[in-house]
């Protein structure tokens, strides 16, 4: 009866060490460095609804992986189609339920594509102080998502001047495309160097945990 005893006990210590090494594998890591995280939603006509929701999902897995804090990840969220829609700054504070929330209320504009504009106003207006841009300190990373097809409504020329003066400026740049059908030279010049690690293809909800994978593993080394 004691050798039984002490087979069960080792058992059920076997199972309890088996259970918890699956749950660690399956554990997401948050990234907790001070991060100023843009996250660019194009939501014009060629996008579609269905590549929208796609995004806004992508984007609300990818806020998950940040400590949303004053001192850790700040988030601002903008939204561009013919009009640029910004829905939070760097300074609004907002936590990650009212960031998702924001996110998953994004209408669907299907109108024209306003990069460049979109880019200057993120350059300019979000990643300043006055919109609580950490922009000075060499301690913070400034990071810029755009998700968008790379059809923009006034070429690749001009996106890439307007993506060069970000660069110039610290800012980090990622290039999510959405569609099939995407325009592979505007999203390499809406992305940093190596393009390889800042170009990434969304095109069903199955890549998005590897892309975020990366994107975090990026940003947060």
């Given at each position: 009866m004691e050798?039984?005893?002490?087979?069960?006990?080792?058992?059920?210590?076997f199972i309890l060490l088996a259970v918890g090494i699956?749950?660690?594998?399956?554990?997401?890591?948050?990234?907790n460095k001070k991060i100023d995280l843009?996250?660019?939603?194009?939501?014009?006509?060629?996008?579609?609804?269905?590549?929208?929701?796609?995004a806004k999902d992508f984007a609300k897995a990818l806020s998950r992986r940040f400590t949303i804090s004053k001192d850790n990840a700040r988030v601002t969220i903008v939204a561009y189609s013919q009009y640029i829609n910004i829905l939070s700054r760097f300074n609004d504070d907002e936590d990650e339920v009212t960031l998702e929330n924001i996110l998953s209320n994004i209408s669907y504009e299907g109108s024209s594509t306003g990069t460049a504009k979109t880019m200057t106003v993120v350059n300019f207006e979000l990643f300043?102080?006055?919109s609580g841009s950490r922009i000075g300190r060499s301690d913070v990373r400034k990071v810029a998502v755009f998700v968008t097809d790379?059809?923009?409504n006034i070429g690749v020329e001009v996106v890439k001047v307007k993506a060069d003066r970000m660069k110039k400026r610290g800012i980090e740049m990622f290039a999510i495309g959405v569609t099939k059908r995407m325009n592979e030279d505007e999203l390499s010049v809406l992305s940093s160097k190596p393009v390889k690690n800042h170009l990434f293809r969304l095109t069903d909800f199955k890549a998005v945990k590897e892309i975020i994978d990366h994107i975090v593993k990026e940003v947060c080394k």
């Open positions: 050798k039984i005893k002490i087979l069960k006990m080792t058992f059920s210590i699956i749950f660690a594998e399956g554990k997401t890591e948050k990234c843009a996250l660019v939603l194009d939501t014009s006509a060629s996008i579609g609804e269905d590549n929208l929701n796609l300043s102080t006055k790379g059809y923009s």
